[in-house]
């Protein structure tokens, strides 16, 4: 099924007939299309059911490929990112037919459904705004950064299991709520892994976040555990990199538990996420949430 997605993408870019179309989009690697696997899970039989999820992974990929310029991030999933060989003008372009063509698409479904897609856009870049601005400083005000990653990750989560649900005629609040609290519990687990994961498995350096200027659940759950003095020295390390800064970030995270603590936060959402949908029995969507939370990368 995922193939075929990938192909019905292909296809809708083949029809713009523009061969440095072809060719930039010929670079990007689909990742593991969880967000398909929601709608899937959801509308498995519905005939827009491709176009559906081929709308949602182009709008994930265009989100990226402004995200990767944003971040001078020079790999994505383990490849080189666009940004890195061909430039950021294209890559912001290549990011801007995929919007765009993904709209186009949209066009031709229920006006419920492209509105919770256009609402969930504006959200994914209001999030975005608000990931810059954090990175300015160190910030300990965990309340922008629940904001934060609920628009900037939660929010295609939620609209994917959302939309799927008014295709399939099935109670939308309660697939949105679900996809809401999955999507928190999803970024929580990447901020986790980008601390304690492993590199190999993730595609990219080990605790990029936080030289990235992203100050995330474990740094937070940190700065609240430590001495005044300790708070001044992590500070000291935003944006910083370098391995006494490493060395001295794991071994505080380590005394002071945030694995564990950062992780029963993670299982919460992914309660909370089951919870929503408990009445609806629906395995694949329950598998989801057990998978996401204990996956290594
Ligand atoms: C990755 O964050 C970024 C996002 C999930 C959203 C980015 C959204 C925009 C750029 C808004 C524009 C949207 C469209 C559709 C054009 P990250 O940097 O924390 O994660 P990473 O490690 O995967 O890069
Ligand atoms: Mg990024």
Same mark, same amino acid.
């Given at each position: 099924? =995922?193939?075929?997605?990938?192909?019905?993408?292909?296809?809708? @870019?083949?029809?713009?007939?523009?061969?440095?179309?072809?060719?930039?989009?010929? %670079?990007?690697?689909?990742?593991?299309?969880?967000?398909?696997?929601?709608?899937?899970?959801?509308?498995?039989?519905?005939?827009?059911?491709?176009?559906?999820?081929?709308?949602?992974?182009?709008?994930?990929?265009?989100? =990226?490929?402004?995200?990767?310029?944003?971040?001078?991030?020079?790999?994505?999933?383990?490849?080189?990112?666009?940004?890195?060989?061909?430039?950021?003008?294209?890559?912001?372009?290549?990011?801007?037919?995929?919007?765009?063509?993904?709209?186009?698409?949209? @066009?031709?479904?229920?006006?419920?459904?492209?509105?919770?897609?256009?609402?969930?856009?504006?959200?994914?870049?209001?999030?975005?705004?608000?990931?810059?601005?954090?990175?300015?400083?160190?910030?300990?005000?965990?309340?922008? %950064?629940?904001?934060?990653?609920?628009?900037?990750?939660?929010? @295609?989560?939620?609209?994917?299991?959302?939309?799927?649900?008014?295709?399939?005629? @099935?109670?939308?609040?309660? %697939?949105?709520?679900?996809?809401?609290?999955?999507?928190?519990?999803?970024?929580?687990?990447?901020?986790?892994?980008?601390?304690?994961?492993?590199?190999?498995?993730?595609?990219?350096?080990?605790?990029?976040?936080?030289?990235?200027?992203?100050?995330?659940?474990?740094?937070?759950?940190?700065?609240?555990?430590?001495?005044?003095?300790?708070?001044?020295?992590?500070?000291?390390?935003?944006?910083?990199?370098?391995?006494?800064?490493?060395?001295?970030?794991?071994?505080?995270?380590?005394?002071?538990?945030?694995?564990?603590?950062?992780?029963?936060?993670?299982?919460?959402?992914?309660?909370?996420?089951?919870?929503?949908?408990?009445?609806?029995?629906?395995?694949?969507?329950?598998?989801?949430?057990?998978?996401?939370?204990?996956?290594?990368?």
């Amino acid at each position: 099924m =995922l193939e075929k997605i990938k192909s019905h993408i292909n296809q809708s @870019l083949q029809s713009l007939k523009n061969e440095n179309i072809i060719h930039l989009s010929s %670079y990007l690697s689909h990742g593991k299309m969880l967000r398909s696997k929601l709608i899937l899970a959801i509308a498995p039989n519905h005939p827009k059911v491709l176009e559906l999820c081929a709308i949602i992974e182009m709008i994930q990929s265009a989100s =990226l490929l402004h995200d990767d310029v944003i971040d001078e991030a020079t790999s994505r999933r383990g490849e080189a990112s666009i940004n890195a060989v061909f430039g950021n003008k294209n890559a912001i372009m290549l990011g801007d037919v995929f919007y765009s063509q993904a709209f186009y698409e949209l @066009l031709s479904f229920d006006i419920k459904i492209a509105r919770s897609v256009a609402k969930c856009v504006v959200r994914l870049s209001s999030g975005e705004i608000d990931d810059v601005m954090m990175s300015n400083a160190f910030q300990s005000d965990e309340r922008l %950064y629940w904001r934060m990653i609920s628009d900037k990750t939660a929010s @295609l989560i939620a609209t994917s299991s959302e939309c799927a649900a008014i295709l399939e005629g @099935l109670d939308f609040e309660k %697939y949105k709520n679900y996809g809401e609290n999955l999507g928190i519990a999803f970024q929580i687990v990447d901020d986790i892994l980008d601390v304690f994961g492993d590199e190999k498995k993730l595609g990219k350096p080990a605790m990029s976040d936080f030289k990235e200027g992203k100050s995330t659940l474990p740094y937070l759950l940190l700065y609240e555990k430590l001495n005044n003095q300790d708070k001044q020295k992590l500070k000291s390390f935003f944006r910083q990199d370098g391995i006494e800064a490493r060395e001295w970030i794991l071994a505080r995270m380590n005394e002071n538990n945030i694995f564990d603590l950062a992780q029963k936060i993670a299982r919460d959402y992914g309660q909370k996420a089951l919870k929503a949908i408990s009445k609806e029995k629906n395995e694949h969507l329950e598998s989801i949430v057990n998978e996401m939370i204990f996956r290594q990368y």
